[in-house]
């Protein structure tokens, strides 16, 4: 049982509809909810000494919900950025995204980007919000961005590497999720971190995501320190046995 915590955790926020659902509330107030619950995990992260935490928050799924709901959600994003400014200065929290920043609404992208520049200089916990984000789609805009730098062209591609890959992901300096978290019982990933999270370590809980507290991402840890992180490779006990 180890105690390192991880340097990087992915969470993927999912239940808001359900938790409202079970409560005879609007798809709305469980997104309102849910809110809650990620400025409570952000907290929580930066008092645990979390490194690097991102947040799904939007996929490029996501637009197939009604106008409404879409509406909704991204009006809560602008709010958040907006309003969380000293929480951030007191915390040292520094924000970045992932994800097709030019499929957002124009002020969503002036949002994110003032506050990712009002943060930059910040050394605490960095929270990375995937909005608009998809795996897949990074890694075709990752390709795309290859291909633009000129560093490659086509006569180069069979000399083509993973690291040529991963230096144009979304942020390409944040080390690859230690853990991904996902809230409210699916076991899939929804096209969260398909590159970076090759080896992440999974943690499915049943909790609705607006029912989250602190107490919940620290279960999620200890059970992450009960894992045996190989990599491919054999356990270390293995490895002292002679083969
Ligand atoms: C997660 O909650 C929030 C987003 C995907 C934006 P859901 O809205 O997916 O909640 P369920 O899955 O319907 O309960
Ligand atoms: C994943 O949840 C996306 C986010 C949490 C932002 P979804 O609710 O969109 O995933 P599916 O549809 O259940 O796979
Ligand atoms: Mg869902």
New binding site residues.
Partial sequence: MGTEIPVHVGI???GNGRWAQMRGRTRSQGHLEGLKAAKRIVKAASDMGIRYLTL????T??WKRTADEVGFIMGLIKQYLRGELDFYRENRIRIRHAGDAAGLPLDIQAELLSAAADTAAFEGTQVIL?INYGGRDEIVRALRRLAASGRMTGADMPALTERDIAACLDNPDVPDPDLIIRSAG?Y?T?N?LLWEGAYAELCVSPKFWPDWTGDDLAAALSVFQGRDRRFGGIPAVAAAVKS
């Fill in positions: 993927i926020m999912d799904y928050a939007f996929s799924e996501n995937a699916e899939r929804s969260f």
